[in-house]
């Protein structure tokens, strides 16, 4: 089955600064890459994702790319700001099948006012 | 994107009890699952809730301990049988959006087992 590895576990950094964090795949049919946000005591939240036929997307400060020859995609957040604290998830899933996702083991980000 | 409520919201019980958690969305869909989440951990997919059918359930995880029940396009159970303290966690249902492959998850119920 498919095995998502994320990196940083966590990440620190100031305001305003950028945050990156990567994760890499291993199922080559995996076509959908999701990134969730979840802050603490609350679900998980859908922030951006990005398919197999892309190479990156762009929200505001948020951007993710995929490289599906070396099965790596990482977000991307500029100008960061107190709330964007939080823990996040990559995830990976095959839209050909059942729709199963995959999730990262997640990375806590605190960005230091 | 669909609202979806989760009752209760938390709970503590004793070992040895059932608990029941419900799922409710307020638009039909498709695919409803089921994930857990260990404190501190990640999303871990419990089953896939099929209307009309048995679920489909991921290894390591058995229908005896976690029977689900899906009756409609709107709504689901998960029941956690015969719990132990390992069971303490959040249980979250989910549910497939109109981009079929994106999920958007319930607020999730915090359970603890004494």
């Known amino acids: 089955g498919e095995n998502v590895e994320q990196h940083p576990s966590t990440l620190s950094v100031q305001e305003g600064d950028s945050a990156v964090i990567k994760c890499t795949y291993s199922?080559?049919?995996?076509?959908?890459f999701p990134w969730y946000k979840q802050e603490l005591g609350k679900r998980p939240q859908l922030i951006i994702d990005?398919?197999?036929?892309?190479g990156e997307k762009k929200d505001q400060r948020i951007a993710v790319t995929l490289n599906k020859t070396a099965k790596h995609f990482s977000l991307h957040i500029t100008e960061t700001q107190p709330e964007d604290s939080a823990v996040y998830f990559c995830?990976?899933?095959?839209?050909?099948?059942?729709?199963?996702?995959?999730f990262g083991t997640g990375t806590k980000l605190q960005v230091i006012p | 994107s669909a609202v979806i409520s989760q009752k209760p919201s938390r709970d503590i019980c004793q070992r040895g009890t059932s608990l029941t958690i419900q799922c409710q969305v307020d638009?039909?869909?498709?695919?409803m699952f089921w994930y857990r989440q260990q404190p501190g951990q990640s999303l871990t997919l419990i089953a896939t809730?099929?209307?009309?059918?048995?679920?489909?359930?991921e290894s390591g995880f058995v229908i005896d301990k976690f029977p689900i029940s899906r009756p409609n396009l709107t709504f689901s159970t998960l029941t956690v049988s015969n719990m132990s303290p390992e069971d303490s966690s959040i249980y979250l249902c989910?549910?497939?959006?109109?981009?079929?492959?994106?999920?958007?998850f319930g607020p999730g119920t915090r359970l603890t087992v004494l």
């Open positions: 199922d080559s049919a995996s076509n959908y």
């Open positions: 989910s549910v497939a959006g109109e981009s079929v492959d994106t999920q958007y």
């Open positions: 809730a099929n209307q009309g059918s048995e679920a489909t359930y």
């Open positions: 995830a990976a899933s095959n839209s050909g099948g059942y729709q199963k996702v995959t």
């Open positions: 990005i398919r197999s036929n892309v």
């Open positions: 638009s039909q869909v498709t695919m």
